[in-house]
């Protein structure tokens, strides 16, 4: 039932000239939302270093698919983190502020604007039950119409936490890009699919950025040239071998072989004479 007052504008919504925030109720909400903020980032932490080390497991055995499955929840896990990280804070800055916010009533200071609304908008995304009662305090202070304007006017939020908590799928090239960060830090040998090559260079372009597929060691595979620098041949030219035709002397890639002329190479050098052959020599002809 809505209650009206003289000018017929429901109480619920114009809130009450003396209504100002419960200190023991937000006190207690606050700190317990920072608490279970910090056990769910403990617990998506651990997540994410079992899912790097499957995902490392998937690309040693070819099954880049799964690989693919595993990073999209990774990323979102990731982008979750960096939310409770803000929403923490935010949670500090309400904490100090209590006194000042109690002070001031239904006048709301300038500088809470965005914090206000972000735990607002934030209350049923966070997966936090200790929000939602952050938000009633906010709500039965500020009004309804301040908690609605919340989930309409998107650029009262933080930045951060309106484009990480809610969970949405992500693009294909950014799951591909996940792989190729955990795999270069484990120095893992990865070769995208033709497809994953294709969305990653797709997402690199949206995104504005270089397409380097060298910054990863890829498997050599006959036809797909290695992924990473080739070394360089040692400088010529290099000496001709002996007793080897030309046509035999060893090859370098990309060095000129020997400028020789046709025919053999240097021949060996002639055998040492032995002196007694040559003295019994020397006796049959006298």
Known sequence: ?????????????MGSRNTTFNKSVLQSALRQSKARMSLHRGKKSNEIHKKERDIINY???GNENMALICSETLINDERMILCYDILSMMCDQMLERIPLLIKMGKEMPSDMFSTMRTMVYSAERANIDELSIVRKEIQRVY??????????DLASINETVRENINLVMPEEGRKV????DIV???????QPSAKAEESYRAYKLKKGGNVNLNEVPMNPIAGIPPMYPAQAPPPGPYPVLPNYPVQEQPTFPGVPGP??????????????VDDLAARLDQLKKL
């Open 184 to 190: 270069k830090k484990q120095g893992v040998m990865y």
């Open 59 to 61: 690309i040693e055995s």
């Open 143 to 152: 009004g309804v119409k301040f908690a609605k304007d919340a989930e309409i």
């Open 259 to 272: 400028v020789i002329g046709p025919g053999y190479g240097v021949p060996p050098p002639a055998p040492a």
């Open 177 to 180: 890009e996940k792989i190729m």
């Open 1 to 13: 039932m809505c209650i009206r007052n003289s000018n017929n504008i429901p109480k619920e919504i």
